[in-house]
């Protein structure tokens, strides 16, 4: 494997030295972005922006089992470009509307053809084959060669290191590494995004439409400056496995990477392109280049919102006459809060079931789930219900029927660890099947989203973001709060994720540390508030304890308020790993968070976009003490007609919020 891995870059890195090839050309729509594809002896292809250079010509591939090469020195008969500029109107987003504006080449060779597509925020390909009956791929070759030794952020994967190979199992979740291209890590392999800081410009690489076929990671082994991808080998012997048993752990792999059909469209490599840090993230391109959702379907059931979580906070609930656990009456209480405070849904996470059995209609006796969901059902408010991979995926039919029959309203499917294609098309399933019985699905132990949540609109988070549940475990050396100020620009740019913010105990720089049943946040109160303006979370859950936000009611009544899904969303300004400032329109009421990094920071947010009119406006903001008292906030209220400005003040690991309310 790493032999074959050293060798993914020599096909760029001599292409110089060749004969001139056949040249296209792509432009993005507002001219600044090209993309130039070349034929002859090597399939490859390059990126410049302004004139400056971003990917230097880098070498596509794809081998099949049969030998047949898409790529190589395969020459196009037909050459097509056309014009696309459409809205696409979304189900559950961020906006409730985005443009689809992009320029496109279509290259037709014998055996495929490859599509280029220019955005103004980046370029994308594709390979869609011309088989007409089913095969397999051996490998893929996608290069990105750098013109430069330019510094990344890299997510490097941290489990099961022992080799590469062994590193396909993983959680997806791990803060950004940052140093030059050429000082990769030979030992780690990356999984995406991965963002790129070249000078002026910022280049960040992921993937769209996975649907069939094994995610990509990307490896550098021999300390040039060309990053390649690697994609898991297709499983042949998988076993149950895991620390409580609900994991697929692979022990042997076939010789080929994917299984494929007649006419297989394979996923969309995207490089995302910004000069500005702010507009990675507002960027739409993996949204955009998903398969659509069935526009015949009714998706109208589907009902993100808040969810109470009792996982992090270890159920621990105080001054309640009955012992607080994996029980009936804690999840009552949980009810009763989620139902006074108007929080959508209560979520019964890792516990409800018999543990290690790998079966979700074995649930422990100190639950009486049909009396929960009942109870909850009563009380306006919805259940969710925690699932293992391997038990999800042995009964899926059954139980998303039986659980849908009780009126249970979505699953949390959790211990995936991996993006092989096995594992792909089970999200596929899962998705499916949920959506037959009218449930969503929130997927964690995940792999970054790819667009499924356009295809499938219950499908309506992911995790694959190191969250704040590594708060209760992870050392004082953890820098969360500069990593809280980088997943907008890198992460959250492939979709929407499960941060699981909230937290009511808040640590200042010096005062943090992991405690299991009372955890505990860096950074301030408000940077906890703004989280829930700035992360895309459209089922955000509350992670703090009831009994701790039943005596925060101010905090409390505004996570209760916010909406999880937009109708508009701006980025005011930011900057990677330093700070972000995002606004988001419900209506007629516009959100704007701020957060920073450990640095106390001022900044002037431009508000011209509010449209002319009155509004009351409220601003929680850092208190006086909140460098020492992280839980120090303060709440201002008044009236201000048509505001174009705004100063704005955050202390050490801090945060703004304020609530724009048209009169």
């Known amino acids: ?79 097509v470009t056309t014009k696309t500029d459409r809205t696409v109107k979304t189900v559950v987003y961020k906006k409730a509307e985005v443009r689809d504006c992009y320029n496109e080449l279509a290259l037709t060779f014998k055996d495929f053809v490859l599509y280029f597509r220019a955005y103004d925020s980046g370029v ?21 060669l750098f013109p430069q030794d330019w510094n990344l952020y890299v997510p490097y994967v941290t489990q099961h290191t022992e080799t590469l190979e062994s590193q396909f199992y993983n959680s997806f979740e791990n803060t950004y590494a940052v140093h030059k291209i050429s000082e990769w890590n030979r030992d780690r392999l990356a999984f995406l995004p991965l963002l790129v800081d070249a000078g002026g410009w910022k280049v960040c690489i992921t993937e769209a439409d996975l649907l069939n076929y094994p995610g990509m990671y990307l490896y550098n082994g021999n300390a040039s400056t060309c990053l390649g991808g690697v994609f898991a080998p297709y499983p042949d012997k998988v076993t149950q496995g895991g620390h409580n048993m609900l994991q697929g752990e692979v022990q042997t792999r076939k010789d080929y990477i994917a299984k494929a059909g ?32 069935d526009e015949k379907a009714d998706w109208s059931w589907i009902r993100p919102g808040k969810v109470a979580w009792d996982w992090w906070n270890d159920w621990n609930l105080y001054g309640v006459d009955f012992k607080a656990g994996i029980n009936t009456e804690t999840y009552k209480y949980y009810i009763d809060f989620a139902a006074k405070s108007g929080i959508e849904y209560v979520i019964l996470d890792e516990g409800w079931s018999v543990n290690r059995a790998a079966d979700l209609m074995q649930v422990v006796p100190e639950i009486d789930l049909r009396e929960i969901t009942s109870y909850a059902a009563s009380k306006g408010v919805g259940i969710v219900l925690w699932a293992g991979y ?109 941060y699981t913010q909230g937290a009511m105990r808040n640590a200042s720089r010096s005062n943090y540390r992991p405690v299991n049943s009372e955890p505990m946040s860096q950074g301030t109160r408000c940077r906890q508030l703004a989280e829930f303006v ?79 009119g009155t509004y009351s406006v409220t601003v929680y903001r850092d208190g006086p003490n909140a460098d020492k008292a992280a839980r120090d906030f303060a709440i201002d209220r008044q009236t201000l007609a048509s505001p174009k400005s705004m100063s704005i003040h955050m202390a050490s690991g801090g945060g703004w919020v304020a609530v724009f309310t048209k009169k």
Not at 544 to 553: I, K, R, V
């Open 534 to 612: 700035v992360f895309d979370s459209p089922f955000s859950m509350l992670c703090d304890s009831p009994s701790n936000y039943l005596a925060e009611p101010e905090c409390t009544e505004y996570i209760a308020k916010i909406p999880t899904t937009w109708d508009e969303t701006r980025v005011l300004d930011g900057k990677v790993g330093d700070y972000i400032a995002t606004a988001r329109r419900k209506g007629d009421t516009w959100y704007v968070g701020a957060m920073t990094d450990w640095s106390r920071r001022d900044l002037e947010l431009d508000l011209s976009f509010l449209p002319a």
């Open 390 to 498: 391997w038990a999800f995926n042995r009964d899926m039919e059954n139980v998303c029927r039986h659980y849908a029959e009780m009126g249970v309203k979505g699953f949390k499917i959790d211990f995936m660890d991996r993006d092989d294609q096995p594992i792909v098309n089970f999200y596929v399933r899962a998705a499916q099947t949920a959506a037959k019985y009218h449930m969503f699905v929130d997927f964690h132990g995940a792999y970054k989203p790819t667009g499924l949540h356009r295809t499938y609109p219950n499908v309506i988070n992911y995790e694959g973001v190191h969250g704040l549940e590594q708060m209760k475990w992870s050392a004082a050396t953890v820098n969360q709060v500069e990593y809280d100020v980088t997943i907008p620009f890198i992460r959250m740019l492939a979709g929407p994720f499960d």
């Open 262 to 293: 007649a006419g297989e469209k394979f996923p969309w490599r995207v490089i995302a392109v910004a000069k500005e840090d702010k507009a990675l993230a507002d960027n739409d391109l993996v949204y955009l280049l998903a398969t659509p959702a």
């Open 1 to 79: 494997m790493k032999k074959l891995i050293l060798a993914l870059c020599l096909g760029a890195l001599a292409l110089a030295a060749t004969a001139a090839p056949k040249q296209y050309s792509l432009s993005s729509p507002d001219g600044k972005l090209v993309v130039k594809v070349y034929t002859g002896e090597n399939l490859s292809y390059a990126v410049s922006a302004e004139g400056v250079c971003l990917i230097a010509p880098s070498e596509i591939a794809m081998t099949l089992s049969d030998g047949t090469v898409y790529g190589g020195a395969a020459k196009p008969s037909k050459a």
């Open 124 to 144: 994308a390909y594709r390979f869609v084959s011309r088989s007409k009956a089913d095969f397999t791929v051996r490998s893929e070759k996608a290069e990105f």
